[in-house]
């Protein structure tokens, strides 16, 4: 992708192009059919209507409607929230179009490796660190003290580290509320970055120690320790001889040759700009076709940011049964929002409408991107774990703290997260930040990873995609940090979704 120009046409079919600096009023904008005038001043990322489009004429970008105009747009007009909205509306219907669907992603014949952790279960990690995982919010605080000193004592003597995730919950939560908590903290235990897990109970909440085991599952007592707090004497002398236990299990494991195709990372956008569907998303989708053709797998999760874009997911479903449960998936968390009294398509944040997304719709096209052009091969729940290789969508509401980690206890290695507005946020697993332009990877270098602004300076997307491919390996290796392991950003949050007692 070569630009010349300082803005671009996504499609040929659009009546838009998104500015790549700001346009001043009076500039023109040069394209083969004749040029357009700049009515106003229109900041970089937004949108200038190619032509007059009077009230209720579809927008369009990428090649899609983007929204319906509100008032009258003449050409070379700013276009956005005030005078365009969604088109979209209610739960909508279905159909199954197999004809539709992508070809199969070619599979790479040259197996590429990565260093890794083999783990007795099978499953591998890619990094080999110690986690407390608590099982309700009052003892946080309790956690965090046992790591901050188990990590000084352990951590670059076979150990990557040792870290606790603070939660809220765990008590005065009832049904599948107190479910959801239960099971993203059960999928947490089992990742296979953590080498070793100190469960730490408080006594007296729902989730009990007891009760969280039902959740859990087989677990192996070698690699799992678990402490209630008001049981013990000294929670504190007894969490670090459980540590020291996990530390002494945790060294026994090397890195060693692993084909790519074990990999397993996590797909997320957040703080949009104009430039996330042009830039940094397809890129990933490259990404993610490039790993799939490895024998990878991937996973999209935010529903809500694939409204408007759901019938692209839906086409490539690989069989009618998978289609069907991304109509689920979407009707379902629309039905959500209906429950309670929100509106169902009301999603771009200030921060995304100030860097040029107007509608869903529009973040939707973007989002979406972020999956490549595979088949979608499983849809799973919220709180399900990873279990074909290919492309996945998990169950998961937009807001990036709650998906990274719905993906991180889906199993997901990695999270690569795109972004125009840039954060400081990480996850469990590495948080791979890719701005969307080079401005935020030159002014946030302690939070950005990975500048997919190269593309908008005429750098080819299949020289990055490499380079992106080639950083994740060294990353998974082992060889580098991310910004948020760098600095300690590791942070869960988990869906809220019932009263509190």
């Known amino acids: 992708m070569a630009i010349k120009e300082p803005f671009l046409r996504v499609h040929t079919g659009d009546n838009v192009v998104v500015t790549l600096r700001p346009f001043a009023k009076g500039e023109t904008v040069s394209l083969p059919e004749g040029e357009v005038i700049c009515k106003e001043d229109i900041p970089a990322g937004h949108k200038i209507a190619l032509l007059d489009l009077p009230a209720g004429t579809d927008v369009m970008k990428y090649g899609f409607p983007i929204g319906k105009t509100t008032d009258a747009v003449a050409a070379g007009e700013w276009i956005h929230s005030q005078n365009m909205k969604t088109k979209l509306e209610g739960t909508l219907s279905y159909e199954y179009k197999p004809e539709n669907r992508a070809a199969k992603t070619e599979t790479t014949r040259t197996e590429r490796t990565f260093k890794g952790y083999n783990r007795p279960n099978g499953d591998v990690g890619i990094r080999n660190e110690i986690w407390i995982i608590n099982t309700v919010g009052c003892i946080n605080k309790t956690a965090e003290r046992l790591a901050a000193l188990a990590d000084r004592q352990m951590k670059g003597n076979g150990v990557d580290g040792v870290y606790h995730y603070a939660h809220l919950f765990g008590c005065s939560q009832l049904g599948d509320d107190l479910l959801y908590t239960q099971t993203i903290l059960s999928n947490l235990v089992h990742h296979p970055n953590a080498a070793g897990v100190l469960v730490l109970?408080?006594?007296?909440?729902?989730?009990?120690?007891?009760?969280?085991?039902?959740?859990?599952?087989?677990?192996?007592?070698?690699?799992?320790?678990?402490?209630?707090?008001?049981?013990?004497?000294?929670?504190?002398?007894?969490?670090?001889?459980?540590?020291?236990?996990?530390?002494?299990?945790?060294?026994?494991?090397?890195?060693?040759?692993?084909?790519?195709?074990?990999?397993?990372?996590?797909?997320?956008?957040?703080?949009?700009?104009?430039?996330?569907?042009?830039?940094?998303?397809?890129?990933?989708?490259?990404?993610?076709?490039?790993?799939?053709?490895?024998?990878?797998?991937?996973?999209?999760?935010?529903?809500?940011?694939?409204?408007?874009?759901?019938?692209?997911?839906?086409?490539?479903?690989?069989?009618?049964?998978?289609?069907?449960?991304?109509?689920?998936?979407?009707?379902?968390f629309k039905e959500y929002f209906i429950r309670h009294d929100q509106p169902v398509y009301e999603n771009p944040s200030p921060g995304n409408k100030d860097g040029g997304i107007t509608t869903l719709e529009e973040k939707s096209l973007g989002c979406v991107q972020k999956g490549g052009f595979a088949n979608v091969v499983d849809v799973l729940p919220y709180g399900g774990r990873l279990e074909k290789k290919g492309l996945n969508l998990i169950q998961g509401p937009g807001n990036d703290l709650v998906s990274v980690t719905t993906l991180s206890a889906a199993g997901a290695h990695i999270v690569i997260f795109t972004t125009g507005r840039g954060t400081p946020f990480g996850g469990p697993v590495p948080t791979v930040k890719v701005s969307t332009n080079s401005q935020l990877a030159e002014k946030k270098k302690h939070w950005i990873d990975f500048n997919a602004g190269q593309l908008l300076e005429g750098k080819p997307m299949e020289e990055v995609t490499d380079e992106l491919l080639d950083y994740i390996v060294a990353l998974a290796s082992g060889e580098t940090l991310t910004r948020n392991e760098e600095f300690g950003y590791k942070e869960i949050s988990i869906f809220k979704d019932g009263v509190i007692l």
């Open 201 to 332: 109970g408080l006594g007296c909440e729902n989730n009990h120690i007891s009760e969280f085991k039902k959740v859990l599952g087989d677990y192996d007592e070698n690699r799992v320790k678990f402490l209630g707090v008001q049981e013990a004497d000294d929670e504190m002398e007894q969490g670090l001889e459980l540590l020291n236990e996990l530390f002494a299990y945790s060294r026994s494991f090397t890195r060693e040759d692993i084909p790519l195709s074990k990999l397993k990372v996590g797909l997320k956008c957040g703080g949009s700009d104009g430039f996330s569907g042009i830039t940094a998303n397809p890129l990933v989708g490259a990404f993610s076709d490039a790993l799939i053709g490895h024998g990878g797998t991937t996973a999209l999760t935010e529903v809500p940011e694939m409204f408007g874009a759901e019938t692209i997911l839906m086409d490539r479903a690989k069989d009618e049964e998978t289609f069907d449960k991304i109509v689920h998936l979407i009707n379902d």
